[in-house]
């Protein structure tokens, strides 16, 4: 069983930066892609940036790009998520998530992910 765990959120100010962090644990864990998403307080989870384990191809939501970086390190089964330039609409509740491996599912989607960490709050005041 695969677990994953998620840290560094907190409270910034606007235009501020945030590292976000997210370690998995298990026997095997060889996912096709990680990704990350959020949820704002009364709104879906939404896609906001994934890399692809092996060749680490990136993709980013239009909202976060040129602002946020996804990044990983295999040896250490960990992903991030550099936040930079964040505004109040950042705010949400943080998910970080992993696949099984390839399935024709895209990648933005939530349903492609079998594995997900509990979350953790980004707050940006303005």
């Known amino acids: 069983q695969v677990q994953l765990v998620e840290s560094g959120g907190g409270l910034v100010q606007a235009g501020g930066s945030l590292r976000l962090a997210c370690a998995a644990s298990?026997?095997?864990?060889?996912?096709?892609?990680m990704g990350w998403f959020r949820q704002a307080p009364g709104k879906e989870r939404e896609f906001v940036a994934v890399i692809g384990w092996s060749a680490g191809m990136q993709h980013y939501a239009d909202s976060v790009k040129g602002r946020f970086t996804i990044s990983k390190d295999n040896p250490k089964n960990t992903v991030y998520l550099q936040m930079s330039s964040l505004k109040p609409e950042d705010t949400a509740v943080y998910y970080c998530a992993a696949d099984r491996g390839p399935r024709g599912i895209a990648v933005v989607s939530t349903t492609r992910y079998d594995y997900w960490g509990p979350g953790t709050q980004v707050t940006v005041s303005s």
């Open positions: 298990g026997r095997t864990f060889s996912p096709g892609y």
